[in-house]
Each structure stands twice: as C-alpha cells, then as structure tokens.
C-alpha cells in the first residue's frame, strides 16, 4: 500500500507540474508507468500512461500520445473503470482532431463526455466540452463552437475551477474575432489573461498571449500584436509547448522551423 500511495503522489505531482515544467511531468509519469510492475498496479500503470498521452500530446508528439492513449484504456477496460476509460477516450479523441480527423475525434469526445456526465465530473466536462468546441470550430460551425464553449465555461463555474474557466475564453475569444465582434472577443481574453496571471498557469498565459495579439491583430494594431504573439512564442518556447509555436508562428506570418523567440524571454 506504501507503493501504491507512492505512485499516486507522484502522479499528483505530474499533473500539477505540467502546466510551468512539462519535462518533469513527462519523467514523472515515465517513473510510475515503469514501477508498476505488478498486476496489482494497473490502475495505477492506466493511470500513468493516460497522463503521459496528455503531455506528449501537449508538445506534438501525437504518435505516441496515441499509443499511450490506446494502452491505457485496454487496462481500463480489463478494470472495468468507466472514469478511466473515459479518460483514455479524451486523449484518443484529441490526438485525433489535432490531426485534422474530425470525425472520430468528435465520436470518442462524445463518448467520454457522456460517461462524465454521468458522474458529474465537471472538471472534465468541461474540457470535453471545450475540445468539442475546437473541433465545431474547426469544422466551421460557429454557432455549435460557441455553445460548446460556454458550457465548458458552466462547467468550469460548478466547481470554481479558474483556469478551465479561463481556457473556454481564449478560445471563445478566437470564434468572436471570427465573427467580428472584436469588443467582446477583447473583452473575453483580457478576463482569460487576467485569470492566468493570477493562477500562474505559464501554458495558459502563452495562450491567452496569442488570444489578444489576434484582437490586435483585428483591431490592425500591427506593432502591439507583434509584442503580443513574441511573448506568447517565449512562454510556449519555456514551456516546450509546440502547438503554441506552430500557432503563433503560422498567424503571424513566421515559419515553424525558427523555434527560437527573436527577443530574450
């Protein structure tokens, strides 16, 4: 039992870890996956390899993220633990949509929100409910994107969870900015930047960075949206986060391949 409350320490750990120092989380992840030698341990080993799919998803790597995703829910299923499933089919979903296939992210995202609805776990409601919103987004549908994130922003308010809260708006934000209404799209990420300042949360700060150098952008404030995506490249560039790089490098008219910020951080 000492082991077993070992690991799931260690698993707090990552996951608190992850949103200022994803290496450690990954390496913390990797400790406990491979110290769960014993049958005994495969909720545990599930677990561990449920997370390692959200870190390497995190930095791109979604190969792997996958093949962790698709572990984990094997050992979930052999557990029968529906939450744990769960779990698994929102990374499998994410690896997914991340790479352009719509469709069968939307069917493992409704699948997982369904079995978090039945829990009431509105934690990961609503960051079902905010991936669905990317993948309406994506898919142009607007009207579906917004509603999608507002419940996640619902859910997120249930339970005071601050930065899910926060993470809803940045991406609302992006559909309004669509949408021209560019007031309420600033109004939306100057809330998301103020949570993330508070909280602390590095990952979402690059985010909501990138979140108001597109109003800027809008509002054709070239040279502030200029500092704006340079500041959300050095916290992605801190963090190892690629998806943000990829994001400000492509909106704001700069190639994937320089990886380094062009100021010091």
């Known amino acids: 039992m000492a082991l077993k409350d070992k690991l799931i320490s260690l698993l707090d750990e990552a996951n608190k870890a992850r949103i200022y120092k994803l ?9 406990v996956s491979s110290s769960c030698n014993d049958s005994a341990l495969n909720d545990i080993k599930a677990k561990a390899l449920s997370q390692l799919s959200l870190y390497h998803m995190i930095i791109g790597d979604n190969e792997t993220a996958l093949l962790h995703a698709q572990k984990s829910m094997e050992l979930f299923e052999a557990l029968n633990d529906e939450k744990g499933i769960a779990d698994a089919k929102y990374s499998i979903a994410g690896v997914y ?8 992210g939307l069917v493992f ?3 997982a929100l369904n079995i978090y609805k039945k829990f009431n776990d509105y934690y990961n409601i609503s960051r079902c409910e905010k991936s669905l919103g990317t ?18 922003i619902a859910a997120a308010k249930k339970i005071n969870d601050l930065n899910l809260e926060s993470n809803a708006y940045n991406n ?15 109004t939306i990420i100057e809330k998301s930047i103020a949570i993330k300042q508070e909280t602390g949360d590095v990952r979402g700060l690059a985010f909501a960075k990138y979140g108001r150098a597109k109003v800027l952008l809008a509002l054709q404030k070239h040279q502030e949206s200029e500092i ?25 008219g700069k190639t994937l391949p320089r990886h380094e910020p062009s100021r010091k951080c």
């Open 172 to 186: 609302l934000s992006g559909v309004y900015i669509k949408q021209q209404k560019i007031e309420l799209a600033s």
């Open 228 to 252: 704006e995506f340079e500041e959300s490249i050095c916290h992605s560039h801190s963090n190892g986060e690629r998806l943000g790089l990829a994001m400000c490098f492509s909106q704001n």
């Open 135 to 152: 993948v309406y987004e994506y898919s142009d549908d607007q009207k579906s994107a917004v509603q999608a994130y507002e419940n996640a």
């Open 97 to 104: 949509y991340k790479t352009d296939n719509y469709h069968i």
């Open 23 to 31: 290496d450690y989380s990954i390496e913390l992840a990797k400790e």
């Open 109 to 111: 995202l409704i699948d």
